[in-house]
C-alpha cells in the first residue's frame, strides 16, 4: 500500500476517539491519560496525544500510533488495522499495492479451515442424520449450526487422507493435533470449531453422541497457535457486543455461550473448562470494566466463581455474580427457564462481595455462638475491601437487624479492621532493577530525533551540520529522516512511525525517543548545545582511539605524531 494512502487514512482519523472507544480517557492539559491495556495496570500510566497522534506508556513504555495501538490491541495485522480504519474514513484502501505477508502459522491455520469444511460436509450429508437429530433434540437447530460452524467426525481416516493429498506430512498433522500414526484424532463426534480472539480456527472440541464409554468431550492438544490459558471461546463475536452494551459475560464452557446465542445474548466468552488465567484476565478487561460471572451453580462452579472473583479483585475490579442454581449451568437454566428468566438473572447480579458473604453463611452454623461470631468477623474484613460507603452502611445495618447487635458495636469493629487493611507496611520494599542512566551524548541524540520529527527547520538545519553518530541505529535513522522529508516534503511523528513500522532497527529508536516527555520548543541556542555534546562524543572517541593506538605502537617517533594528534583535537584546531 502506498505509504500517501496509508497516511491520509492515519491523519483522517483521530487517535484519541480511537483508543477512547476502548479504554476510558481521562483528559489532563492538553494530553489525554488512561489504563494501559498492555501491562497490568491499574493506575492510568498511558499518555494519548491528540496533538501528535501518539500515545506512550510511562511504566511498560508501549509506543506507536494508531495503527500499532490497534494491532496490538486487536491482535490485528496491518492489513486488517488498514482496512478497519479506511472503512471508518471512506477510503477503500484495495490491496493491490499491498500483499498479506505470510505468516508463521498459516499452513496450521489452512490445515484447520480444511477440516472445519470437511466436517461441516459430513454433518449437512446423509452420513450426519443421526448427530442432525441429537443436535435438534438438544435444541441445536440449523441456524445455530451455521452459525457456529458445527460439523461431524466419522469413523474413518478420510481427513488424513484428505490433508496428505494437500502437501501435508504426517508429523505436520501430529503436530497439530488432527492425525496420530496416520489415524484421524476425532471419530464419530460432534465436531465444535475453537477460534483464537481474532477469529482463526486453532482447535476442535469433539463431544460424544453416541452411547459409548469414551470422554464426553476431546478437545485438540496444545500446540503451537492453541494454548488454552491464552484464549476465551466467542471473544472474536463478544469483543464489539461487549463494548456496545457495556458488559460481558463468564461462563464455563462453550455450549452455555451457544446457548445463550439462541435468545439474542451475544456478550458471552467461555473458559474453556480451565482456571481463570492472568492472560484471559487482561483480555477481559479490553472488552469491559462491567464483568459478570455466569458459571455452574454446581460445588466446582461456586469454588470457580470464588477464586475468578478474588483473581479480579487483585486486579482492582469487583465483578458481578449471576447465582444459578444449584444444579444448573447456564445451558440448562435458559432450556428451561428461557429468556426472560435468564435477563432477569443477569440484571439483577450480585456484587462478588456480597457473593463471598452468601457463600460464608452456607458453611456456617449460625445456631453456634462462636460459629456465629466467627462468620460476623469475617463479614466484617469482606466489607473493609468495598469502597462505597452505602453498600457499607446496608450491610452493616443488615447485620445489626439480623444478629440484633448494636450498629456501633459493628461500625467500631468495621473502622479497626479498615484502618488496619488501610495501613501502609513499615517495611521499605527494595528492587534489584537497575535503571542506567543515559549519557549526555545518547540524551542529545534522542532530543535531536525528537526535534527533527516536530520541527520542518531543524532537519534542514541538522542536515547541513554534517554531525557524525558512531552507532548504526542512529545513522539508519537519520538517514532515513532525511530521505523522508526529501521525498514527501512534510514529516510527522505520527506519519513517521508509521513509515518505520517494517524498519526494526528505526522503530527502536523512535520507541526509545518517545518514551520520555521532551521539550516542546526548540531554539537555536538548545539547538546548538545539543550538536555540541554529539560533537564533543566524537571528539573523545577519536581521542580514546588515538590513545590505544600510542599503547600499541612500538615506535616513539610515531607515538609522538599520534600525541601531537590528541593536542590539536583538544585545542579544537
Same mark, same amino acid.
Given at each position: 500500500?502506498?505509504?500517501?494512502?496509508?497516511?491520509?487514512?492515519?491523519?483522517?482519523?483521530?487517535?484519541?476517539?480511537? $483508543?477512547?472507544?476502548?479504554?476510558?480517557?481521562?483528559?489532563?492539559?492538553?494530553?489525554?491519560?488512561?489504563?494501559?491495556?498492555?501491562?497490568?495496570?491499574?493506575?492510568?500510566?498511558?499518555?494519548?496525544?491528540?496533538?501528535?497522534?501518539?500515545?506512550?506508556?510511562?511504566?511498560?513504555?508501549?509506543?506507536?500510533?494508531?495503527?500499532?495501538?490497534?494491532?496490538n490491541?486487536?491482535?490485528?495485522?496491518?492489513?486488517?488495522?488498514?482496512?478497519?480504519?479506511?472503512?471508518?474514513?471512506?477510503?477503500?484502501?484495495?490491496?493491490?499495492?499491498?500483499?498479506?505477508?505470510?505468516?508463521?502459522?498459516?499452513? $496450521?491455520?489452512?490445515?484447520?479451515?480444511?477440516?472445519l469444511?470437511?466436517y461441516?460436509?459430513?454433518?449437512?450429508?446423509?452420513?450426519?442424520?443421526?448427530?442432525?437429530?441429537?443436535?435438534?433434540?438438544?435444541?441445536?437447530?440449523?441456524?445455530v449450526?451455521?452459525?457456529?460452524?458445527i460439523?461431524?467426525?466419522?469413523?474413518?481416516?478420510?481427513?488424513?487422507?484428505?490433508?496428505?493429498?494437500?502437501?501435508y506430512?504426517?508429523?505436520?498433522?501430529?503436530?497439530?493435533?488432527?492425525?496420530?500414526?496416520?489415524?484421524?484424532?476425532?471419530?464419530?463426534?460432534?465436531?465444535?470449531?475453537?477460534?483464537? $480472539?481474532?477469529?482463526?480456527?486453532v482447535?476442535?472440541?469433539?463431544?460424544?453422541?453416541?452411547?459409548?464409554?469414551q470422554?464426553?468431550?476431546?478437545?485438540?492438544?496444545?500446540?503451537?497457535?492453541?494454548?488454552?490459558?491464552?484464549?476465551?471461546?466467542?471473544?472474536?463475536?463478544?469483543?464489539?457486543?461487549?463494548?456496545?452494551?457495556?458488559?460481558?459475560?463468564?461462563?464455563?464452557?462453550?455450549?452455555?455461550? $451457544?446457548?445463550?446465542?439462541?435468545?439474542?445474548?451475544?456478550?458471552?466468552?467461555?473458559?474453556?473448562?480451565?482456571?481463570?488465567?492472568?492472560?484471559?484476565?487482561?483480555?477481559?478487561?479490553?472488552?469491559?470494566?462491567?464483568?459478570?460471572?455466569?458459571?455452574?451453580?454446581?460445588?466446582?462452579?461456586?469454588?470457580?466463581?470464588?477464586?475468578?472473583?478474588?483473581?479480579?479483585?487483585?486486579?482492582?475490579?469487583?465483578?458481578?455474580?449471576?447465582?444459578?442454581?444449584?444444579n444448573?449451568?447456564?445451558?440448562?437454566?435458559?432450556?428451561?427457564?428461557?429468556?426472560?428468566?435468564?435477563?432477569?438473572?443477569?440484571?439483577?447480579?450480585?456484587?462478588?462481595?456480597?457473593?463471598?458473604?452468601?457463600?460464608?453463611?452456607?458453611?456456617?452454623?449460625?445456631?453456634?455462638?462462636?460459629?456465629?461470631?466467627?462468620?460476623?468477623?469475617?463479614?466484617?474484613?469482606?466489607?473493609?475491601?468495598?469502597?462505597?460507603?452505602?453498600?457499607?452502611?446496608?450491610?452493616?445495618?443488615?447485620?445489626?437487624?439480623e444478629?440484633?447487635?448494636?450498629?456501633?458495636?459493628?461500625?467500631?469493629?468495621?473502622?479497626?479492621?479498615?484502618?488496619?487493611?488501610?495501613?501502609?507496611?513499615?517495611?521499605?520494599?527494595?528492587?534489584?532493577?537497575?535503571?542506567?542512566?543515559?549519557?549526555?551524548?545518547?540524551?542529545?541524540?534522542?532530543?535531536?530525533?525528537?526535534?527533527?520529527?516536530?520541527?520542518?527547520?531543524?532537519?534542514?538545519?541538522?542536515?547541513?551540520?554534517?554531525?557524525?553518530?558512531?552507532?548504526?541505529?542512529y545513522?539508519?535513522?537519520?538517514?532515513?529522516?532525511?530521505?523522508?522529508?526529501?521525498?514527501?516534503?512534510?514529516?510527522?511523528?505520527?506519519?513517521?512511525?508509521?513509515?518505520?513500522?517494517?524498519?526494526?532497527?528505526?522503530?527502536?529508536?523512535?520507541?526509545?525517543?518517545?518514551?520520555?516527555?521532551?521539550?516542546?520548543?526548540?531554539?537555536?541556542v538548545?539547538?546548538?548545545?545539543?550538536?555540541?555534546?554529539?560533537?564533543?562524543?566524537?571528539?573523545?572517541?577519536?581521542?580514546?582511539?588515538?590513545?590505544?593506538?600510542?599503547?600499541?605502537?612500538?615506535?616513539?617517533?610515531?607515538?609522538?605524531?599520534?600525541?601531537?594528534?590528541?593536542?590539536?583535537?583538544?585545542?579544537?584546531?
Open positions: 500500500m502506498k505509504n500517501d494512502i496509508v497516511n491520509d487514512i492515519r491523519r483522517r482519523v483521530d487517535i484519541v476517539d480511537i $483508543i477512547g472507544e476502548r479504554i476510558p480517557l481521562i483528559a489532563r492539559g492538553k494530553n489525554f491519560f488512561g489504563v494501559c491495556p498492555f501491562h497490568n495496570d491499574s493506575n492510568p500510566s498511558m499518555c494519548v496525544s491528540r496533538e501528535k497522534q501518539i500515545y506512550t506508556c510511562f511504566s511498560c513504555h508501549a509506543t506507536g500510533n494508531v495503527y500499532t495501538f490497534l494491532e490491541y486487536e491482535h490485528w495485522d496491518f492489513r486488517e488495522t488498514l482496512k478497519y480504519l479506511g472503512d471508518l474514513v471512506g477510503i477503500d484502501v484495495g490491496y493491490a499495492n499491498y500483499q498479506k505477508r505470510e505468516g508463521k502459522f498459516d499452513k $496450521i491455520y489452512e490445515a484447520y479451515r480444511i477440516a469444511k470437511y461441516q460436509n459430513n454433518l449437512a450429508s446423509s452420513v450426519g442424520r443421526e448427530a442432525k437429530v441429537y443436535l435438534n433434540n438438544r435444541k441445536i437447530d440449523d441456524e449450526i451455521k452459525e457456529f460452524e460439523g461431524l467426525s466419522l469413523s474413518n481416516n478420510d481427513l488424513t487422507k484428505l490433508l496428505e493429498k494437500k502437501d506430512t504426517l508429523l505436520e498433522l501430529n503436530k497439530c493435533g488432527l492425525s496420530s500414526d496416520n489415524r484421524d484424532i476425532y471419530h464419530d463426534r460432534i465436531m465444535f470449531p475453537l477460534y483464537d $480472539i481474532n477469529g482463526k480456527i482447535a476442535f472440541s469433539g463431544r460424544i453422541y453416541k452411547n459409548n464409554d470422554n464426553k468431550y476431546l478437545n485438540t492438544k496444545e500446540t503451537d497457535v492453541f494454548k488454552k490459558g491464552h484464549m476465551l471461546y466467542h471473544y472474536h463475536i463478544a469483543r464489539e457486543v461487549a463494548r456496545s452494551e457495556k458488559c460481558v459475560i463468564i461462563m464455563e464452557g462453550f455450549m452455555d455461550v $451457544i446457548r445463550a446465542s439462541t435468545i439474542g445474548v451475544h456478550n458471552t466468552i467461555a473458559l474453556m473448562g480451565t482456571a481463570l488465567t492472568q492472560e484471559q484476565i487482561q483480555l477481559i478487561k479490553r472488552l469491559s470494566s462491567n464483568i459478570i460471572l455466569c458459571l455452574d451453580g454446581d460445588d466446582p462452579g461456586q469454588a470457580a466463581t470464588l477464586q475468578a472473583g478474588e483473581l479480579f479483585l487483585k486486579e482492582k475490579i469487583e465483578v458481578k455474580v449471576i447465582v444459578l442454581p444449584e444448573d449451568d447456564p445451558d440448562s437454566f435458559i432450556l428451561r427457564e428461557g429468556e426472560e428468566r435468564f435477563r432477569s438473572l443477569v440484571e439483577n447480579a450480585i456484587y462478588f462481595s456480597n457473593y463471598k458473604i452468601r457463600s460464608l453463611r452456607r458453611n456456617t452454623n449460625l445456631q453456634n455462638d462462636k460459629e456465629k461470631a466467627f462468620y460476623i468477623d469475617k463479614v466484617l474484613e469482606e466489607t473493609a475491601e468495598i469502597s462505597d460507603e452505602i453498600r457499607v452502611e446496608i450491610i452493616l445495618k443488615n447485620l445489626a437487624k444478629f440484633d447487635i448494636g450498629y456501633n458495636t459493628l461500625e467500631m469493629r468495621f473502622r479497626e479492621k479498615k484502618e488496619k487493611k488501610e495501613k501502609p507496611s513499615s517495611f521499605i520494599t527494595f528492587t534489584n532493577q537497575v535503571i542506567k542512566e543515559k549519557t549526555k551524548y545518547v540524551k542529545a541524540v534522542e532530543n535531536l530525533i525528537y526535534f527533527m520529527l516536530t520541527y520542518d527547520w531543524v532537519i534542514t538545519e541538522t542536515k547541513g551540520k554534517h554531525l557524525i553518530f558512531p552507532e548504526e541505529k545513522r539508519i535513522t537519520m538517514n532515513e529522516i532525511f530521505y523522508y522529508y526529501e521525498k514527501y516534503g512534510i514529516i510527522t511523528i505520527a506519519d513517521f512511525y508509521t513509515y518505520a513500522l517494517d524498519k526494526q532497527c528505526v522503530k527502536e529508536v523512535l520507541d526509545e525517543v518517545l518514551r520520555e516527555n521532551r521539550e516542546s520548543v526548540v531554539t537555536a538548545l539547538l546548538e548545545e545539543l550538536y555540541k555534546a554529539i560533537r564533543e562524543n566524537s571528539l573523545n572517541l577519536e581521542i580514546n582511539r588515538l590513545k590505544k593506538k600510542i599503547e600499541e605502537e612500538l615506535d616513539p617517533l610515531e607515538q609522538a605524531r599520534l600525541a601531537e594528534q590528541i593536542r590539536k583535537l583538544r585545542i579544537g584546531d
